[in-house]
Antibody
């Protein structure tokens, strides 16, 4: 059974940093591209960042480029999102999600974690 | 960046009726790269349709997708109580994926 379990969310002050993790199991993690998607309270879905199966290619939304870094540890089946210079508008539930097709970045996400809440507030 | 627009914002229907949801893109999206998700309160999104018209695993056949170019449609036939939710379209053609703002299907 595919499982994605996010952790690392919490309350952080504006300008602060947080590192999210997503522990993957039930599939060959190193073969699938991954993404982070967030959802502000009461709002829609916003794609945040994506990474290829090898980690060699990364992509970011303009809203987080230069502040967030997506990475992965294929030895330990973990996806990360390092978030720096956090702003109030980064407050959201952050989901990690798995691409539907092996070694294919341009594919929708067929499995999602339950999300981790990040609150940026003083 | 490809901007997706969804209409209507809210659709009020009764069980048994048919829902027709629209997703319009700011430029052509190849059919392979258009997907639909369902989200219920407090839950993660669930993939319904990929490649414009292909149902994901376990999705009942009352859900169907169609479209091409810049105009795409999700149709839910014979609405069941569990279908009342928010629906998002997504494009994954551009390397920076984008979602539409969502359509809420609620009980009339």
């Amino acid at each position: 059974e595919v499982q994605l379990l996010e952790s690392g969310g919490g309350l952080v002050q504006p300008g602060g940093s947080l590192r999210l993790s997503c522990a993957a199991s039930g599939f060959t993690f190193r073969s699938f591209d991954m993404t982070w998607v967030r959802q502000a309270p009461g709002k829609g879905l916003e794609w945040v960042a994506g990474i290829s199966s090898t980690g060699g290619s990364t992509y970011y939304a303009d809203s987080v480029k230069g502040r967030f870094t997506i990475s992965r540890d294929n030895s330990n089946n973990v996806l990360h999102l390092q978030m720096n210079s956090l702003r109030a508008e980064d407050t959201a539930v952050y989901y990690c999600a798995k691409a539907r097709i092996e070694r294919t970045y341009n594919a929708p996400s067929d499995y999602w974690g339950q999300g981790t809440l990040v609150i940026v507030s003083s | 960046e490809i901007v997706l627009t969804q209409s209507p914002g809210t659709l009020s229907l009764s069980p048994g009726e048919t829902a027709t949801l629209s997703c319009r893109a700011s430029r052509t999206v190849p059919t392979n790269y258009l997907a639909w998700y369902q989200q219920k309160p407090g839950q993660a999104p669930r993939l319904l349709i990929y490649g414009t018209s292909n149902r994901a695993t376990g999705i009942p056949d009352r859900f169907s997708g169609s479209g091409s170019g810049t105009d795409f449609t999700l149709t839910i036939s014979r609405l069941e109580p569990e279908d009342f939710a928010v629906y998002f379209c997504q494009q994954c053609d551009d390397s920076r994926f984008t979602f539409g703002p969502g359509t809420k299907v609620d009980v009339k």
